[in-house]
């Protein structure tokens, strides 16, 4: 994770998404994000019944004009 944040230019908006988030993992974001937010659901509340992996394409333009693309599996 640390890798890819040093990749980002300094003003994006990310966001990061995790069913569990590990103390190492948690404090990466806390160093690279501005003002996150952190949401918890109750275990009671979750439904996966119907969770079934879609992709999304993701395209970005970098500063350099190069441009990222890529699939996002969720």
Do not use: C
Not at 38 to 67: C, N, Q
């Amino acid at each position: 994770i640390y890798d890819i944040f040093q990749l980002l230019p300094n003003k994006i908006q990310v966001g990061v998404f995790s069913a569990t988030m590990p103390p190492e993992a948690l404090e990466i974001t806390r160093k690279f994000m501005n003002k996150p937010v952190r949401i918890l659901v109750k275990r009671d509340e979750l439904t996966l019944e119907d969770a079934k992996p879609r992709p999304y394409r993701l395209s970005y333009s970098w500063r350099h004009g190069s441009e990222y693309q890529g699939y996002y599996y969720a």
